[in-house]
C-alpha cells in the first residue's frame, strides 16, 4: 500500500506570495492532518479534515488555511508569505475518527518551504 | 505553553547500550501516548504507543513506560544500533483532539 505523498517536495517563495501544498493520504484513510516543523521547535498542528469538514484547528493566523476532497486528498495554503513561514510542512493520515478510538497517524515526507 | 517536553535535546549512546529518551507533560487528561523517529529528509515515522490505563508496552527492542503520577514517559531502546541514529519525537493526546508533539531528542548511536 502506497504511503502518504506530498507534493512539491522542495519550494522557493518570496514575500507577499501565495503557495499552495498537496497531500494525498494512505487510500482509505478519511482524516488528514497539518503540522508545520521550524528549526528548534516541535511539530506545531496547523489543522484537520475528515469528511471534506475541518474538525480541529491550531493556533495559526488566518493565512493559513486548507480543504479536503472527496477524495479525501487535501490542499493547504498560505497567503502573504513571510519569512517566518518558512518550515517543513507535513501531512499526516488516519484511518477514520470513531468516538474515543485513537488512531495512529502516518506521515508523508514532508513539503519544505522557503521564504525569501 | 509546552504541554508535552523533551528537555534533552540530544543524546549520545554507544551500540548494544540502552538508550533512555525521556518526555514530560502537562496535562493530566491525555490518554494516549506515542513515540514517533524521524530521519533527516522524511516524515516522522510512528515508532510506539501506550494508553493511559497502561505503564508499559514494548515492541521488539523498543518499550516504553508511562508514570501517570509524575506525567512522565521514556522510551527504552535496547540494544541500540547505529540506525536508531535520529531525531525521537513524543506526542500526547486526548481523545480525539490533535496531537501535541515535544521539540524532539536527536538520538546519536556510536558504533
Known amino acids: 500500500k502506497a504511503g502518504v505523498t506530498q507534493t512539491p517536495r522542495y519550494l522557493i517563495k518570496t514575500r507577499g506570495q501565495q503557495v499552495t501544498l498537496s497531500c494525498s493520504p494512505i487510500s482509505g484513510h478519511r482524516s488528514v492532518s497539518w503540522y508545520q516543523q521550524t528549526p528548534g521547535q516541535g511539530l506545531q498542528f496547523l489543522f484537520e479534515?475528515?469528511?471534506?469538514?475541518?474538525?480541529n484547528k491550531g493556533n495559526f493566523p488566518g493565512r493559513f488555511s486548507g480543504r479536503q476532497f472527496s477524495n479525501s486528498r487535501s490542499e493547504m495554503n498560505v497567503s502573504t508569505l513571510e519569512l517566518g513561514d518558512s518550515a517543513l510542512y507535513l501531512c499526516a493520515s488516519s484511518l477514520t475518527v470513531a468516538g474515543g478510538l485513537t488512531e495512529t497517524q502516518y506521515f508523508g515526507p514532508g513539503t519544505r518551504l522557503l521564504v525569501l | 505553553d509546552q504541554q508535552v517536553k523533551q528537555n534533552s535535546p540530544s543524546l549520545s549512546v554507544q551500540e548494544g547500550r540502552i538508550s533512555i529518551l525521556n518526555c514530560d507533560y502537562t496535562n493530566s487528561m491525555f490518554d494516549y501516548f506515542l513515540w514517533y523517529k524521524k530521519y533527516p529528509a522524511e516524515g516522522p515515522t510512528f515508532l510506539i504507543s501506550?494508553?493511559?490505563?497502561?505503564d508499559k508496552n514494548e515492541d521488539g527492542r523498543f518499550t516504553v513506560f508511562l508514570n501517570k503520577s509524575a506525567k512522565h514517559l521514556s522510551l527504552h531502546i535496547v540494544p541500540s544500533q547505529p540506525g536508531d541514529s535520529a531525531v525521537y519525537f513524543c506526542a500526547a493526546q486526548r481523545g480525539n483532539t490533535p496531537l501535541v508533539f515535544g521539540k524532539g531528542t536527536r538520538l546519536s548511536v556510536i558504533a
Open positions: 501506550i494508553s493511559s490505563i497502561k
Open positions: 479534515y475528515f469528511s471534506e469538514t475541518q474538525r
